[in-house]
T-cell receptor, first 113, second 115 residues
Framework: DAMVIQNPRYQVTQFGKPVTLSCSQT?????MYWYQQKSSQAPKLLFH???????NEADTPDNFQSRRPNTSFCFLDIRSPGLGDAAMYLC????????????FGPGTRLTVL | SQKIEQNSEALNIQEGKTATLTCNYT??????LQWYRQDPGRGPVFLLL?????KEKRKERLKVTFDTTLKQSLFHITASQPADSATYLC??????????????FGRGTQLTVWP
């Protein structure tokens, strides 16, 4: 089945230790998104790629970076995780921009010790 | 700034009743609105999309309305079942008039359907 896959599902890191979360998709969608969702909060868009075109949100901290080496994969790098970065990180895709449905992966739960 | 509010953080209803969830927004005019379901520890799953020129949309036991005058969407689940228990998120397009396709999500309403 076509899907959005996130690895790992659970990630534990230490304060200040860089961490990378990965997302892959078999849907061949043009757009990939990264969201941060804290407990009982709305998913917050961090950035998205339209093909190779990177779009950062104005309020996304510089600590967060992303890479999309090809259509199928997208990575979220947190350069120096703080305690406030503990959250669920959701990857989503859509076929195109505009009103297209977004398809979400299962998320990666990040714990910062 | 734009704001999305979903009524009450939690809604508890009895099996067989109709659940009605509310999404209100202020300070902008979305061209469309989407509803998603999210189970604990999982990513959201798309349910329905309704455009500004559509008053109502249905899918099986689900119905969504969109009132651009009231700046409100209502999401109904008829003949609710315990399996409908989840958090329901509304999401509105952030970039009216553009093709960016970014969504603003609400915090969600946690629905519990008891037998």
């Amino acid at each position: 089945d076509a899907m959005v896959i996130q690895n790992p599902r659970y990630q534990v890191t230490q304060f200040g230790k860089p961490v990378t979360l990965s997302c892959s998709q078999t849907l061949n969608h043009n757009v990939m998104y990264w969201y941060q969702q804290k407990s009982s909060q709305a998913p917050k868009l961090l950035f998205h790629y339209y093909d190779k075109d990177f779009n950062n949100e104005a309020d996304t901290p510089d600590n967060f970076q992303s890479r999309r080496p090809n259509t199928s994969f997208c990575f979220l790098d947190i350069r120096s995780p703080g305690l406030g970065d503990a959250a669920m990180y959701l990857c989503a895709t859509s076929r195109d921009r505009g009103s297209d449905t977004q398809y979400f992966g299962p998320g990666t739960r990040l714990t910062v010790l | 700034s734009q704001k999305i509010e979903q009524n009450s953080e939690a809604l508890n209803i009895q099996e067989g009743k109709t659940a009605t969830l509310t999404c209100n927004y202020t300070n902008y005019s979305p061209a469309y609105l989407q509803w998603y379901r999210q189970d604990p520890g999982r990513g959201p799953v798309f349910l329905l999309l309704i455009r500004e020129n559509e008053k109502e949309k249905r899918k099986e036991r689900l119905k969504v309305t969109f009132d651009t005058t009231l700046k409100q969407s209502l999401f109904h689940i008829t003949a609710s079942q315990p399996a409908d228990s989840a958090t329901y998120l509304c999401a509105l397009d952030r970039d009216r008039g553009s093709t960016l396709g970014r969504l603003y999500f609400g915090r969600g309403t946690q629905l519990t359907v008891w037998p």
